[in-house]
Structure formats: C-alpha cells, structure tokens
C-alpha cells in the first residue's frame, strides 16, 4: 500500500519513512504544504500521515482542503498539540485518527492498519476507471459491460496499476507484484509481454501508458 507522509521535519520524515518501509509500505514524502498539494494534484493513496504544524503552511487547512475537494483517503493526522479541543478540532476537520507526539512506533502501525483495514471494507469491490470495471472478488474485467478473459498475471497487473492510478509504477515494482516469493531479473520481462497482451485484450493502447526509461502508468484523467 503507498502511504503519502506530509512532515516538514526532514529527519522525521525519513525515519518515519523507513520505519513504514520495514514494514512493506511503500511511500512518497512531501516536506509541506504546497508540496504535498501538488503531489496529491497527480497521485492517490491508501493513507495519509499528515504533520499538523508545517513550515510552509497549516496541516489542518491542507486536511480541510483534502475533504472539499471530496478525497476520501484516511488521513491520520500526527502533532505535539496534546489538547482535547485540539483533538476534537482536528476530528471534526475530517481527520480519520489522531496521535501526538512523541508516539510509539507499535501504537502509530497499530492504528495505521486499524485504518487501512476499515477503508477497504468501505470501498467496494469494483474499481472503475472510464469504461474499463474490474471486481477484486470475482477477478472480472468488463468493458462497457462485456467481460474480458485475462490470465492471472494480467488480472494481478490490471488491479495493481488500477488501485495505483495515476501513479508510476516500475518494471521492478511491476514484476514483484506478479512473481512475490520467485522474483529474478528474468521476470522484467515478461511485464512487458503482459502489458502488450493486457492492451491488446482492452483494445485500448492508451489506457496503460508508457513512461520511458522507468515502468508504465494509467492516467487519473482515464
């Protein structure tokens, strides 16, 4: 799952980083404000850690924008403000949970997954970009209500750039996905192959895109 961690303290932000990597999230950084507003412009995420006191701006309005603007990832707000009105303030702004600083790392990923496992309750099982609708109970793809037999592999990577849209993912990223405990260089390749069968299978060639150098995308605007 990728995590998006908002903190304008670098070194706590690496080290909250490697702490969450240990644990086999992957995640983006934004060192504030106009950062993270620009990284969730072009990117989604299971969660959100958001620092409360930022540098170049205030946590809580960037939480009260996230809502406007209709984002439902859980954000998990994290502060030295220990208040109760504090809690209630940043509760009622949209937040999904709220830790204060200092916190223990268990506490902080027992209450990351407490979150994460009630989002994907709440969402359904159908994810839909454009015409394109896959069902991760069934492992069905429609198109324009027309189903499409895909292999496993091409299901494991369908799902995997569609829950990620709008996200780069990397051939390396790509491969581990479909080949988890048997990943070897060999396997690269044959994400292409994939790939190349999933758009013929979709008959749409711009729906999985190419980014030169690095891995392939689909677009949020899909």
């Known amino acids: 799952m990728n995590i998006l961690i908002v903190e304008d303290d670098k070194l706590t932000a690496k ?5 969450l990597k240990k644990e086999k999230y992957t995640c983006d950084i934004a ?7 620009s990284i969730l412009d072009k990117n989604s995420y299971a969660l959100i850690l958001l620092d409360w006191n930022l540098g ?7 939480l009260e924008e996230i809502r406007e603007f209709e984002i439902k990832t859980p954000v998990f707000m994290l502060s030295a403000n220990s208040e109760v009105d504090d809690r209630v303030t940043v509760l009622d702004s949209g937040a999904d949970d709220y830790l ?5 790392s268990v506490e902080l990923l027992a209450r990351m997954r407490a979150l994460l496992r009630r989002d994907v309750k709440e969402k359904t099982s159908v994810i839909k970009i454009a015409d394109v609708a896959l069902d991760t109970t069934s492992r069905e793809v429609f198109i324009n209500s027309q189903l499409v037999e895909l292999t496993t592999a091409e299901f494991d990577l369908l799902e995997f750039f569609m829950q990620n849209k709008n996200q780069v993912l ?9 080949n988890k405990d ?14 190349k ?18 891995g392939y995308k689909i677009k949020k605007s899909s």
């Open 182 to 195: 048997n990943y070897s260089v060999k396997h690269s390749n044959l994400v292409d192959v994939h790939i």
């Open 15 to 19: 080290q909250l980083g490697a702490l």
């Open 100 to 104: 204060c600083k200092p916190y223990s």
């Open 197 to 214: 069968n999933l758009r013929k299978k979709l008959g749409k060639k711009d729906f999985i895109l190419s980014v030169r150098g690095v």
């Open 170 to 178: 990397t051939r390396y990223q790509l491969s581990e996905h479909i």
């Open 31 to 37: 060192y504030g404000y106009k950062e993270a507003q």
């Open 56 to 62: 170049d701006g205030d946590g809580l309005v960037l």
